[in-house]
């Protein structure tokens, strides 16, 4: 082991990057787990303490009693009792938020920003593990957004959902996944960005963004907001959302590590991925709020013996698929 740093002083750097990440993962559950739910109560509490006085104000009283209408249609979109009010229109700003951090990040690589010197930095120290011992590891971790991978996993949800009897759950899941897909596509066809020189598996498609990462959010993100849509545990809520937060970044990071993308491709990914599930997510709330979909069930013995079926099967599919299939082209 000691040898294998000597000869790969990267590895070093990968493996602090790694425990600060997890670090840092962990203390964030922790405070989550700790304070989560005073902060959201403090939250809550402020949100209508200044809506109170905002609406006291002589300025939107004088608003109020001169458009009326817009004032009315303005306070809706700030009402907390339906789907179309503030949970709309948080969902709303934060995906023109995310729209417009690719926009800049897309104007970066354009115009050759410090991002490209950056991205061409962290490839030329890539390649250099090319021959290391973490390369297998690496490959078994990007096989989770593989092709092959995702279309099983959502093969397998969708017969979970029409097991338990929720099928307009797949709506919202095949938004998250068809549309981040068809974007990441029509984005890479419009840039048109070649990938690494380095690159370890073989891939035709260009580079920016980053389809791994991108599916990454809108399909594990997807799935831990059904897990966490239907667990009634805070505790657990905060775990699932913790865990899926380190797979998409160990997915991310192993496209870095095998010289598959630049730093900005998984950055542009993980942006198309978040904007996707928030549009999903969005949708899977609004047939919530008809009426269509019920987080309250009951989970048969059946039922819960098809979800860790469901998990060893794409465990063990991605263990085949990573040796047999994703094999590197200088192996």
């Known amino acids: 082991m000691i040898a294998l740093i000597e000869q790969y002083p990267q590895l070093i750097s990968l493996g602090i990057v790694l425990i600060l990440t997890m670090a840092l993962l962990w203390l964030i559950q922790h405070l989550m787990i700790r304070y989560g739910k005073r902060l959201l109560g403090f939250i ?8 109170r006085h905002i609406v006291r104000l002589p300025l939107m009283v004088r608003l109020q009693d ?6 009315g249609f303005i306070a809706q979109r700030f009402a907390r009792g339906h789907f179309s009010g503030l949970i709309l229109t948080v969902l709303t700003l ?12 897309v104007e970066d690589i354009v115009e050759a920003d410090s991002i490209v010197t950056t991205d061409l930095f962290v490839s030329q120290h890539m390649s250099v593990l090319q021959d290391s011992s973490i390369v297998p590891a690496f490959i078994f971790v990007t096989s ?4 092959p991978i995702t279309c099983l996993i959502i093969l397998l949800t969708a017969i979970l959902c029409t097991a338990i009897r929720q099928p307009y759950i797949l709506v919202g899941l095949l938004i998250s996944t068809i ?3 068809t974007f990441t596509f029509l984005s890479k066809m419009a840039f048109q960005r070649s990938r690494p020189i380095d690159i370890l598996l073989m891939e035709h498609t260009y580079s920016f963004p980053s389809g ?5 959010i809108a399909l594990y993100g997807f799935l831990a907001y059904m897990a966490i849509r239907f667990s009634t545990h ?29 730093l900005s491709d998984i950055m542009g990914g993980f942006l198309v991925g978040i904007l996707w599930l928030t549009i999903a997510i969005s949708m899977t709330e609004w ?3 008809r009426g269509k979909i019920n987080w309250r069930i009951v989970w048969s013995a059946p039922q819960r013996y098809t979800v860790w079926f469901s998990f060893v099967a794409v465990l063990v599919t991605t263990f085949i698929y990573a040796n047999i299939y994703q094999f590197p082209l200088l192996g």
């Open 94 to 105: 934060l995906n023109i938020y995310i729209l417009a951090l690719f926009a800049g990040l």
């Open 66 to 71: 001169k458009y009326p209408a817009t004032s």
């Open 144 to 147: 989770l957004g593989s092709t």
């Open 287 to 289: 047939l919530t709020a």
């Open 179 to 181: 549309g981040s897909t």
């Open 44 to 51: 809550s509490r402020s949100e209508l303490w200044l809506r």
């Open 234 to 262: 805070f505790v657990r809520q905060v775990r699932i959302l913790s865990l899926t937060i380190l797979l998409c970044l160990l997915i991310g990071l192993s496209r870095i590590v095998l010289n598959e993308h630049y």
């Open 212 to 216: 791994h990462a991108t599916i990454s």
